[in-house]
């Protein structure tokens, strides 16, 4: 089984930008996401890539202002993101999944990840006003 570490949380002026880390070992799974747990809400899904093509789904509220990407010489996913603001503010979380979970993504959109398997620990990120 995949094991995920998240880095490069922190806090950030509302307008900054950020860059998100996931280290997978062994591997980077077939599909990786990200994930925002706000405070006091429930998780949401924010971007998956699906690691065999690159191809990569959004949420829409979030398009345009963040980028799932890969490197698979550094078995890691990053999420950029730009323009940050408030509602930004919460735990990300990377997640690992299957074709089958990319599959789900594709045709009813990014949800709560309940059809990833492998979670990791999280990073938090703070966007002040």
């Known amino acids: 089984q995949v094991r995920l570490v998240e880095s490069g949380g922190g806090s950030v002026n509302a307008g900054g930008s950020l860059r998100l880390s996931c280290v997978a070992s062994p591997v980077i799974d077939s599909c990786m996401g990200w994930f925002l747990q706000a405070p006091g809400q429930q998780r949401d899904g924010v971007a998956a890539?699906?690691?065999?093509?690159?191809?990569?789904l959004y949420v829409a509220s979030l398009k345009g202002r963040v980028t799932i990407s890969q490197d698979n010489g550094k078995n890691t996913v990053y999420l950029e993101m730009n323009k940050l603001k408030h509602e930004d503010n919460g735990r990300y979380y990377c997640?690992?999944?299957?074709?089958?979970?990319?599959?789900?993504?594709?045709?009813?959109?990014?949800?709560?990840?309940?059809?990833?398997?492998?979670w990791g620990q999280g990073t938090q990120v703070t966007v002040s006003a």
């Open positions: 997640a690992a999944g299957t074709w089958q979970t990319w599959n789900i993504w594709s045709s009813s959109g990014p949800d709560s990840g309940t059809s990833f398997s492998t």
């Open positions: 890539i699906y690691a065999g093509c690159g191809r990569t």
